[in-house]
């Protein structure tokens, strides 16, 4: 655990959400968070908009960029515990509701905007 802390900290940003390794052993123990380092992988690949809990979509939903160009889309929101919104367009037909720990919600983009 402590060498893929130390290894991913920086590169998928999870020493901003876990400041210290012993603190990421510790939430890892009690869950798997496979789901959540996907997402902050995403996120800082830019295929997942993060915005704080104070942000609002609407201000950077035009920011949001869609990967699926010849498809058509919905929003969705990924549902992480922590003070963060993290959202992505996916294929419109895409029915997941959760990636492992973290679950997936349809946003409704009319009441968005």
Do not use: C
Request: aromatic share 16%; no cysteine.
């Amino acid at each position: 655990d402590s060498s893929f802390y130390e290894k991913y900290k920086k590169t998928i940003g999870i020493g901003q959400v876990w400041f210290l390794p012993q603190e990421y052993e510790e939430e890892n123990e009690q869950k798997n968070l496979l789901g959540s380092l996907i997402v902050f992988a995403l996120t800082v690949r830019d295929y997942i908009l993060q915005l704080d809990y104070k942000e609002d979509l609407e201000d950077y939903i035009d920011n949001l960029k869609n990967f699926w160009n010849v498809s058509e889309t919905k929003l969705v929101q990924f549902m992480l515990e922590n003070d963060q919104n993290y959202y992505a367009w996916v294929p419109k037909e895409a029915s997941i509701p959760n990636m492992y720990e973290v679950k997936i919600e349809s946003v409704d983009v009319e009441e968005v905007l």
